[in-house]
């Protein structure tokens, strides 16, 4: 198992452009120090990468570890958590961020990779999904939020386009059972996609818009979680990895991320990589705290930090790029 230490980075290496992020860190890249210790990984040729976390944005209030950034990195969706469920837009370029209005005990944003839309989570009573439409320029809501259907929901995830939305039904039809279902967003109409065995916990479209991944928790024997790839023709599905925890797609859609289950991983708070097909890649070792999530384009980890004066939201550079360079 290789070890490789990063140099801090300037904040402006991830600005708002794709571009100008992969540029950046293919300078990193060419200008990285290695550290060359190995260790014998047990069945695994997984590598655990060990970079310097770049602060990205910051808020001074306390905000729910779920962050959403904008398709094209420009923003990012956060909730407060207290005093009120507020919904705030960060701008990663240190820009001033701004609320837009209660949520109602708001949780899970979500935006949609069309970039005119967020979605989430709340409800006085049942939790429903609601979404907001934005303006693709600034970041800010446009309309009052508008709940997209009655039902009960647990996970959802947008469809490429945006205009259509999968989501997990809180009803379930028998004990340790879960329903996809999928949505129209502009006309309501909804279709049943599958029942599974187990709590479907996370949803996410691939960019063909020809699948869904999901992760599953299941009552047996077997403590992982399995991660799941179905087709939305014909909702055939298929077992891609057992893990920990799923915790989502890249947005690229080339890689998987998850929580091992096992010690080293746990010893040195590792997430691992993989292909879409469940191959390992590398592990990445973040700082302790909340689970990391996807960047926009797949270039980095997002993850919020907690501090007295305020949250910040941190990037843990280029976890999918990796492998390829150093192989």
Same mark, same amino acid.
């Given at each position: 198992? &290789? ?17 100008? +992020? *992969?540029?950046?860190? =293919? ?14 990984? %047990? ?7 060990? @970079?310097? %976390? ?6 001074? !209030?306390? $905000? ?6 904008? @398709? ?14 507020? =919904? ?38 049942? @939790? ?12 800010? @809501? ?22 259509? $939305? ?5 009803? &379930? ?29 996370? *949803? ?27 087709? $939305?023709?014909?909702? &055939? ?16 859609? *080339?890689?998987? =991320? ?10 040195? /708070?590792?997430?691992?990589? &993989? ?5 390992? *890649? ?19 980890? =997002?993850? !919020?930090?907690? /501090? ?5 939201? +941190?990037? $843990? %550079?280029?976890?999918?790029?990796? %492998?390829?360079?150093?192989?």
């Amino acid at each position: 198992m &290789s070890e490789w230490t990063s140099r801090r980075v300037d904040q402006n290496r991830f600005a708002v452009d794709g571009r100008a +992020i *992969l540029t950046a860190l =293919l300078c990193l890249l060419l200008h990285t120090d290695v550290a060359a210790q190995t260790d014998a990984v %047990p069945d695994s040729s997984v590598y655990i990468y060990r @970079p310097d %976390p770049v602060t990205v944005a910051a808020i001074d !209030v306390p $905000i729910h570890p779920a962050v959403a950034p904008s @398709p094209d990195g420009r923003f990012f969706a956060v909730l407060q958590t207290r005093p009120d469920p507020i =919904l705030w837009i960060v701008p990663a370029d240190t820009g001033a961020p701004f609320s837009y209005r209660k949520m109602w005990a708001a949780y899970k944003p979500r935006w949609a990779p069309s970039g005119n839309r967020i979605g989430f989570i709340a409800g006085l009573g049942p @939790p429903r999904i609601w979404t907001i439409e934005v303006d693709r320029e600034s970041g800010r @809501p446009v309309d009052p939020p508008r709940m997209l259907y009655r039902a009960e929901a647990n996970a959802y995830a947008f469809a490429p386009d945006g205009e259509w $939305i999968a989501f997990v039904s809180r009803r &379930s039809t028998a004990r340790a059972a879960s329903e996809i279902f999928l949505i129209e967003w502009e006309s309501r109409n909804v279709r049943f996609l599958l029942r599974e065995t187990g709590m479907i916990y996370r *949803l996410d479209w691939a960019p063909d818009g020809q699948h869904i991944y999901y992760g599953v928790a299941s009552e047996s024997a077997d403590s992982l979680h399995r991660v799941m790839r179905v087709r $939305i023709r014909g909702a &055939s599905r298929e077992t891609v990895a057992h893990v920990g925890e799923f915790l989502g797609l890249s947005p690229d859609g *080339l890689s998987l =991320l998850y929580r091992p289950d096992d010690f080293e991983a746990i010893r040195a /708070n590792a997430f691992e990589v &993989s292909t879409v097909d469940g191959a390992p *890649l590398l592990r990445v070792s973040v700082p302790r705290g909340m689970a990391p999530t996807w960047s926009a384009g797949s270039y980095a980890l =997002l993850q !919020v930090r907690n /501090n007295e004066a305020g949250d910040e939201i +941190i990037a $843990i %550079p280029s976890p999918a790029l990796w %492998p390829f360079f150093f192989r």
